[in-house]
């Protein structure tokens, strides 16, 4: 049997890992050339934290559900200590509705940091390191309630293959 804390902790470092190589090819890719990159505007950071955010979201959970599901398909058994929250049961819908979350609360936090303090633009490998901050943060924060609603709905004994 496994170990819920080092299970969640495991799958939340592996979202972490992915998200940091998926969003920094992506800054890298849209902000190359640009020594210092705009916070506001169409081509702005804060306006790229919406996709951002979205994917983080979606990305940390979805993965993490449906290979906790087959996991538990296939044998494995956690005893979970709680049913996960409130939030859909359902793998894509839980996806979405934890993506637009992270997306609407990544742009509120950037906005209201670069409303504070007045920055305009940010150098590039800063707004680099800020930029990969929500991918190592997010998995920690959505991961663990989306495996054990993964785990919750395992059958009552698990399926045995022959």
């Known amino acids: 049997m496994t170990d819920l804390k080092s299970y969640i902790a495991r799958e939340s470092t592996i979202g972490s890992i992915i998200n940091l190589a998926i969003g920094s090819a992506f800054y890298l890719a849209v902000f190359r050339g640009q020594t210092d990159p705009a916070v506001w505007g169409a081509k702005g950071l804060i306006v790229d934290c919406l996709p951002q955010g979205f994917m983080v979201g979606l990305m940390s959970i979805i993965p993490a ?3 906790t599901r087959k996991r538990v398909n296939a044998g494995l ?3 979970t200590d709680m049913p996960g929250g409130w939030l859909p049961r359902n793998v894509f819908a839980r996806g979405v509705v934890v993506a637009l979350a992270t997306m609407v609360g990544l742009v509120a936090i950037a906005a209201g940091l670069a409303a504070a303090t007045g ?3 940010l ?3 800063a707004g680099f390191a800020l930029k990969a901050l929500p991918g190592l943060i997010v998995p920690w924060i959505v991961i663990p309630p989306a495996i054990r609603v993964a785990l919750a709905q395992a059958p009552s004994t698990p399926l045995v293959r022959t």
């Open 119 to 121: 920055v305009q633009s």
């Open 65 to 67: 559900m449906l290979i």
């Open 123 to 125: 150098p590039f490998w």
């Open 77 to 79: 058994h956690i005893p």
